[in-house]
Nanobody
Framework: QVQLVESGGGLVQAGGSLRLSCAASGRILSINDMAWFRQTPGKQRDLVAR???????NYAASVMGRFTISRDNAKNTVYLQMNSLQPEDTAVYYC???????????????WGQGTQVTVSS
């Protein structure tokens, strides 16, 4: 099994910054894409940013130029640096990883428990 543990959420004023971290642990053989999603009550979970194992990235249009995703493959950790935060960024942020684990080894999508980000105006 693979566990994803997020940290770094909290309350910040508009224009401020936060950095989210997500560490994967367990019987991990390999991790491909890692990503951050976010969700507000009553809405679907949307992709914020994704990064491949090789470091290629893509972002939702609403965060491009403000958020930066990065990863440390040696630590099985993904980060999300969020700058110029706006009230519309308020959501629960979820970490996601496509990981190879188990016996026999299988690829599976794993999710963290979510961390709340609240941006006040």
């Amino acid at each position: 099994q693979v566990q994803l543990v997020e940290s770094g959420g909290g309350l910040v004023q508009a224009g401020g910054s936060l950095r989210l971290s997500c560490a994967a642990s367990g019987r991990i053989l390999s991790i491909n894409d890692m990503a951050w999603f976010r969700q507000t009550p009553g809405k679907q979970r949307d992709l914020v940013a994704r990064i491949t194992r090789g470091g290629a990235t893509n972002y939702a249009a609403s965060v491009m130029g403000r958020f930066t995703i990065s990863r440390d493959n040696a630590k099985n950790t993904v980060y999300l640096q969020m700058n110029s935060l706006q009230p519309e960024d308020t959501a629960v942020y979820y970490c996601n990883a496509a990981a190879l684990s188990g016996l026999p080894p299988l690829w599976y999508d794993y999710w963290g428990q979510g961390t709340q980000v609240t941006v006040s105006s």
